[in-house]
T-cell receptor, first 117, second 114 residues
Framework: AQKITQTQPGMFVQEKEAVTLDCTYD???????LFWYKQPSSGEMIFLIY??????QNATEGRYSLNFQKARKSANLVISASQLGDSAMYFC??????????????FGKGITLSVRP | DVKVTQSSRYLVKRTGEKVFLECVQD?????MFWYRQDPGLGLRLIYF???????EKGDIPEGYSVSREKKERFSLILESASTNQTSMYLC?????????????FGPGTRLTVT
């Protein structure tokens, strides 16, 4: 069974600084995908970034990058140059790649990030 | 842009009522999902569908059913609403079952059962 762990309490960061949101995972699968989603107070889940387990380079999308350490089973999200609009809840999720139609996305419990002006 | 819409943002129902939550996506996605989100529990999968008229139970299907008569529409049904079904309900869709494809979410329906 897959498991995602996000244990940080509410995180605070000063505007324009970088912040790292932690995510560890547990799986017996060799092939899997890792995702990060953002959920602002409006409620909609917004996809941020994806990392495949066989990708050799860490994924980057604009100000978001994923610090992937496969041996440690961690997939931390790094947000550079934080903006006030980054204040939201952030979810880490994973899915096995060859699970077919029955392969579901497993989510962590989320981390709340607050950006201070 | 992919658009996933849900019929209501806020809904208040009475215990015992039959409740329909509708979800529509406009990008011809194969897979559609229903989650509920509760504080401290993250998102939990209720049901998903990988084709018209096909459905699979997720982690917490009890008390719910689903219907997918058309590819773009996936409905969640609470046959007899109970107070413990008060929650935020999120619908999602993805292009295919491949893990490399992200899920796109709707805005959510906050359901209160009194």
């Amino acid at each position: 069974a897959q498991k995602i762990t996000q244990t940080q309490p509410g995180m605070f960061v000063q505007e324009k600084e970088a912040v790292t949101l932690d995510c560890t995972y547990d799986t017996s699968d060799q092939s899997y995908g890792l995702f990060w989603y953002k959920q602002p107070s409006s409620g909609e889940m917004i996809f941020l970034i994806y990392q495949g387990s066989y990708d050799e380079q860490n994924a980057t999308e604009g100000r978001y990058s994923l610090n992937f350490q496969k041996a440690r089973k961690s997939a931390n999200l790094v947000i550079s140059a934080s903006q006030l609009g980054d204040s939201a809840m952030y979810f880490c999720a994973m899915r096995e790649i060859f699970g077919g139609a029955n392969s579901k996305l497993t989510f962590g419990k989320g981390i709340t990030l607050s950006v201070r002006p | 842009d992919v658009k996933v819409t849900q019929s209501s943002r806020y809904l208040v129902k009475r215990t015992g009522e039959k409740v329909f939550l509708e979800c529509v996506q406009d990008m011809d996605h194969e897979n559609m999902f229903w989650y509920r989100q509760d504080p401290g529990l993250g998102l939990r999968l209720i049901y998903f569908s990988y084709d018209v008229k096909m459905k699979e139970k997720g982690d917490i299907p009890e008390g719910y059913s689903v219907s997918r008569e058309k590819k773009e529409r996936f409905s969640l049904i609470l046959e007899s609403a109970s107070t413990n079904q008060t929650s935020m309900y999120l619908c999602a869709s993805s292009l295919s079952a491949r893990a490399t494809y992200e899920q796109y979410f709707g805005p959510g329906t906050r359901l209160t059962v009194t």
